[in-house]
């Protein structure tokens, strides 16, 4: 091993005529130490700009991560916001139904540069959100429940006059109109009203509901009776003729009969119940000024 690195080689350089013959004489262990030199350094060379390539590479990721992150706080900023402007929203609307309240919108942290921690903090900041936009929608459900429930005995509850007219009897004691004009005129309850009009005048239902009855009954001479929900019903007395029959379904304002004197009446007018819970109240509570 020795003998060949302290072997010669001779390079012999010719070059063009007139000019003297160039030799060089380099050892082999001369030559392969700069073979190794050579090859260190070029390794050098590749390790440097590789990792000078990498550190360009990196930190230009970082940058867009950067960039995508600042993009996803602004985003989350607005959603925020907006989720905000929902919750407020929500307010108000609750007060005006007289409504309990919900609570306030989950306050989210800023985000930092690209890192595990920001990762971490990005994921719980959407969870968050998520979160509190599923409260909002539960909350938009239950007004919307509450708000058909309100509807719901809106519609149920009598409103408004069954026929234009002249009020000419009361609910509660009177004098029998039937032995009124004698000296010991008889008292009597009266449990209802009555509307006096032209025969014939349109009488219509003052809440939405079903009709339980039409037709002949007694003393009430051809009558409706319809029953609205919410524990509520009204009874539509003497009437000339009805225009509706069991099983209907009718809305507020509807004509069901017209103006008479059938029954046990003294000419044309309309007697009028309101019954709640199963007994009568005064219909005049819920006469007003009509619902729409």
């Not at 968050?128 to 509850?157: C, H, N, P, W």
Request: aromatic share 8%.
């Amino acid at each position: 091993m020795l003998t060949a690195l302290k072997s010669f080689i001779t390079v012999v350089i010719v070059p063009p005529a007139n000019m003297p013959v160039f030799k060089l004489r380099l050892s082999m262990g001369f030559l392969l130490f700069c073979l190794g030199l050579g090859g260190g350094l070029l390794s050098g060379a590749a390790l440097a700009v590789g990792t000078h390539a990498d550190y360009w590479m990196t930190k230009a990721h970082h940058r867009v991560m950067a960039a995508r992150l600042a993009s996803l706080s602004r985003a989350m900023e607005l959603t925020k916001r907006d989720l905000e402007n929902a919750r407020e929203a929500d307010r108000k609307v609750r007060e005006l139904l007289a409504m309990p309240g919900r609570g306030a919108i989950i306050e989210t942290g800023g985000l930092g540069g690209p890192g595990l921690e920001d990762d971490r903090a990005i994921h719980e900041n959407l969870r968050e959100l998520r979160y509190e936009s599923m409260r909002r929608v539960s909350s938009l459900r239950e007004i919307e429940d509450f708000i058909q429930g309100k509807r719901a005995v809106f519609r149920a509850t009598p409103a408004g006059w069954p026929s234009r007219g002249r009020l000419s009897s009361s609910f509660g004691y009177r004098l029998s109109p039937f032995t009124r004009e004698q000296s010991a005129g008889e008292s009597e309850f009266h449990p209802g009203l009555d509307i006096v009009s032209a025969s014939g005048a349109p009488i219509v239902a003052t809440a939405d509901g079903v009709v339980e009855r039409a037709g002949w009954l007694g003393g009430y001479g051809r009558m409706v009776l319809i029953r609205h929900g919410k524990g509520f019903a009204t009874l539509y007395a003497h009437a000339s003729v009805t225009v509706v029959q069991s099983g209907d379904v009718v809305r507020r304002g509807q004509v069901i009969a017209s103006m008479g004197t059938t029954g046990h009446s003294t000419g044309d007018h309309l007697h009028y119940e309101v019954w709640k819970d199963g007994k009568r109240v005064d219909p005049r509570a819920y006469l007003g000024q009509a619902l729409q």
